[in-house]
């Protein structure tokens, strides 16, 4: 497996202290980065997020998905508990990259939705890959997750590449009228476990 670990710092949030580590992803070329808060120590599964890169929710505020409400959500709950991690994985766009996204969501302004938007661009609906993930829990020692989704493909790729998921946690956050439909979709086409309406 061609990830490497490179380093570890301090990053304070609203939310508490995290302890932020950065890995270089050989096979994507891509610079992930991992927050934890306590320690890993024992068998005792490990409050995780598997987020994947959204520049647009996380760092620019947008209502178009509920990426940056979801994210926040995450530290919150793992500051409360005092012990998780957030493995954020810089596959931007589902894997498609910020310009293609900044493509698909032109094409969504004119009508179409976000997987009819992939597919005409010529891309699957969900190109994210997770098999760095194995790798960077092993650096910490974790075993295995109680994850932080509402998306039933993402736990079933997890456990296809050999990660042990004990539970999952409902992760519903961030609804807003500029997303509901994008939420729809996630429903009704990508599986997504959400209830409220
Ligand atoms: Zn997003």
């Known amino acids: 497996m061609t990830v ?22 050989g096979e994507s070329d891509k610079e992930h980065v991992v927050l934890t808060m306590g320690d890993f120590d024992g068998e005792e599964p490990v409050l995780a997020r598997v987020h994947s890169e959204c520049l647009t929710g996380d760092g620019l505020f947008s209502l178009r998905c509920d990426c940056g409400a979801q994210l926040q959500a995450a530290l919150h709950k793992i500051a409360q508990q005092g012990r998780g991690a957030i493995f954020y994985l810089r596959q931007e766009g589902r894997g498609i990259g910020l310009l293609n996204k ?21 891309f699957g609906a969900d190109l994210r890959r997770y098999d760095m993930l194995k790798p960077m829990m092993a650096h910490f020692g974790i075993q295995s997750l109680r994850i932080m ?7 079933e790729a997890l456990r296809e590449i050999g990660i042990d998921v004990t539970e999952r946690l409902p ?27």
Not at 149 to 155: L, M, S, V
């Open 102 to 122: 900044i493509r698909a969501y032109h094409l969504q302004d004119a009508g179409a939705d976000t997987v009819e938007a992939n597919e005409a661009l010529g």
């Open 4 to 25: 490497k670990y490179i380093e570890s710092c301090k990053l304070p949030t609203p939310f508490g202290i995290f302890d932020m580590h950065g890995f270089e992803d």
């Open 149 to 155: 989704t509402n998306n039933p493909r993402k736990i």
């Open 171 to 197: 992760h519903e956050t961030g609804r807003n009228p500029h997303n509901a439909k994008y939420l729809e979709t996630k429903k009704g086409k990508l599986g997504h476990m959400l209830d409220s309406e």
